[in-house]
């Protein structure tokens, strides 16, 4: 069983989802970077309210605070079994740190899943989305519409759109991510770490994908 896994992929491409799904299945904490980040900025430490800056302009976190992050968090007692890391490394430089990181503590990556989904895609799954101001929940103009036009079904709130959602946030953080994750890509394929999953089909179907490469090589 493979049990420290890196999980890639684009904004919107659904990874936290499946990271989360499998973290739950395999019995080991889900380390997302956007979590962590949220925390930090949460509890105001100068990392967190330095994320914040950024994250409110949907641009990405600089390494210096994404790495001390994820590094306090991979020692802790509860990712002795393994661990998912969702969103991190984002660019081939932090990718290498990690790597130093866990030599040091005698870890060794076993997997690499990229969910790869089409930008087209991307951007019609995100910019369709909608939140409730009263409940949160979630919404889609096209593939999860509420029964009354920009009202919840559920509580009669106001739905609104995440500043995060619109088509052009959405193509700048697509670029900033081909630009600084795909290297890695190239990287964790030389290492023989690599696994892609075409995830543009039905949630089950992909994690259906993701776990027969996690159990690969099980005894
Ligand atoms: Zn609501």
Redesign the pocket.
């Known amino acids: 069983m493979k049990s420290r896994l890196i999980f890639l992929g684009g904004p919107g491409a659904g990874k936290g989802t499946q990271a989360q799904r499998l973290a739950e299945k395999l019995g080991i904490p889900q380390v997302s970077t956007g979590d962590l980040l949220r925390e930090a900025a949460a509890q105001g430490t100068e990392l967190g309210l330095a994320a914040k800056t950024f994250m409110d302009k949907g641009a990405l976190v600089p390494d210096k605070v994404v790495v001390g992050l994820v590094q306090q968090r991979v020692a802790q007692d509860d990712c002795r079994k393994g661990w998912i890391l969702d969103g991190f490394p984002r660019t081939l430089p932090q990718a290498q740190e990690l790597d130093e990181t866990l030599k040091a503590v005698g870890q060794r990556l076993d997997l690499v899943i990229e969910v790869n989904v089409p930008d087209s895609v991307i951007v019609k799954r995100l910019t369709g989305r909608r939140i409730?101001?009263?409940?949160?929940?979630p919404y889609h103009v096209e593939f999860a519409p509420a029964k009354v036009a920009d009202k919840?079904?559920?509580?009669?709130?106001e739905l609104y759109q995440r500043a995060d959602d619109n088509e052009k946030t959405v193509q700048e953080r697509l670029e900033v991510y081909h630009k600084q994750t795909e290297p890695l890509i190239g990287y964790y394929r030389n290492q023989g770490l690599l696994k892609q999953v075409d995830a543009t089909g039905p949630i089950d179907g992909i994690f259906r994908q993701i776990e027969d490469l996690v159990a690969v090589g099980q005894t």
């Open positions: 409730c101001r009263g409940c949160s929940a919840c079904d559920k509580c009669g709130g």
